[in-house]
């Protein structure tokens, strides 16, 4: 018998353009959107448009999609006009972490002083 077996994936969904997100940069390999349930009056997602599913599923050939990232979330708050004051970049890790959606996603927070240690 042959089996089907059906995945989805939320952020893959809102690459591939089939779930609308409010986008703020795009690229051919990342894409940036407003978060659902924003918690900082800047809080944006930055994905691949590659399916990883979290950091522990890196591979070493990932390491410039990384970069890439990293680049986007400088660009990101450089044109949200929060670069100078701060912002935080976060990237949860499985359940310890409170990892959601497992597609690896670059949290980019500002707006706000954010207090440390996290919670
Ligand atoms: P995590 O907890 O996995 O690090 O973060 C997942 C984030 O995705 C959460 O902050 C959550 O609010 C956001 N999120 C979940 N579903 C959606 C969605 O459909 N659209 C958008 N824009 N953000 C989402
Ligand atoms: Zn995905």
Redesign the pocket.
Known sequence: MRQIIVTSC?FCD?AAGK?K??VVFESDDVLA?????P?APH?V?VIPRKHIATLNDLQEDDAEIMGKLLLAAKQVAGAAGFAEKGYRT???CNRD??????HI?L?VLGGRYLGWPPG
């Open positions: 939320l809102i779930r997100a409010d959107f407003r978060d659902i349930s918690q809080h997602l976060v990237i949860n972490a409170g990892q959601t959606v497992f996603h949290h």
